[in-house]
Antibody
Framework: QVQLQESGPRLVKPSETLSLTCTVSGYSIKSDHYWGWIRQPPGKGLEWIGGIFHSENTYYNPSLQSRVSISLDTSKNHLSLQLSSVTASDTAVYYC????????????????????????WGKGITVTVSS | DIQMTQSPSTLSASVGDKVTITCRASQSISRYLAWYQQKPGKAPKLLIYKASTLEGGVPSRFGGSGSGTEFALTISGLQPDDFATYYCQQYYDYSPLTFGGGTKVEIK
């Protein structure tokens, strides 16, 4: 079955770039689903960071768009998250997830589709921003 | 952004009770709503999508209803495994996807 596993540094210094990887097993990231990142600060609720389709169309939360980058490595079947200029408020559990929905081929280019809900989640990785 | 407001934030109940959690959207989202269950230290688990469609493997005691701006998650006959925090999420507008603040269901 589909499994997702987050990995990366658990401690990041302020102003530096947070970099995480999500390895997907049991399913190809070239399939017709989005792949996304969601975070949860300690004791708080869930926040959508953004997602990506194998078309390389990306869907970022506007509140983070200037600092976030999500990419796919189809050869390794994983997705990556980079969040730059981090502060203590970026301390959170970071989850990767498979997201229902798909872009569609217009005949000339990949058009953006409808990003929906997360049906498979990784276990999450706790990242602390501190000097 | 579409704001999602859940109530109550905490709910105390006993095994066997019927409980209802409500979720209100700041604008109409048709039926583009999902519900998740999260236990401490674990990732959220999808329960319901399209407001009322049960994800595979989810017990039938869970039910979803609503459309437009008002939605509800009902658990009929609360089981010990159901004590958790529940979140709603809209996907009418993906920029950005937004979640409710959560409802913690605790043991009375």
């Amino acid at each position: 079955q589909v499994q997702l596993q987050e990995s990366g540094p658990r401690l990041v210094k302020p102003s530096e770039t947070l970099s995480l990887t999500c390895t997907v097993s049991g399913y190809s990231i070239k399939s017709d689903h989005y792949w996304g990142w969601i975070r949860q600060p300690p004791g708080k609720g869930l926040e959508w960071i953004g997602g990506i389709f194998h078309s390389e169309n990306t869907y970022y939360n506007p509140s983070l768009q200037s600092r976030v980058s999500i990419s796919l490595d189809t050869s390794k079947n994983h997705l990556s998250l980079q969040l730059s200029s981090v502060t203590a408020s970026d301390t959170a559990v970071y989850y990767c997830a498979r997201v229902q929905g798909a872009d569609f081929w217009s005949g000339f280019y990949w058009a953006k589709g409808d990003v929906k809900y997360m049906d498979v989640w990784g276990k999450g990785i706790t990242v602390t921003v501190s000097s | 952004d579409i704001q999602m407001t859940q109530s109550p934030s905490t709910l105390s109940a006993s095994v066997g009770d019927k409980v209802t959690i409500t979720c209100r959207a700041s604008q109409s989202i048709s039926r583009y709503l999902a519900w998740y269950q999260q236990k401490p230290g674990k990732a959220p688990k999808l329960l319901i999508y399209k407001a009322s469609t049960l994800e595979g493997g989810v017990p039938s005691r869970f039910g979803g209803s609503g459309s437009g701006t008002e939605f509800a998650l009902t658990i009929s006959g609360l089981q010990p495994d159901d004590f958790a925090t529940y979140y709603c999420q809209q996907y009418y507008d993906y920029s950005p996807l937004t979640f409710g603040g959560g409802t913690k269901v605790e043991i009375k």
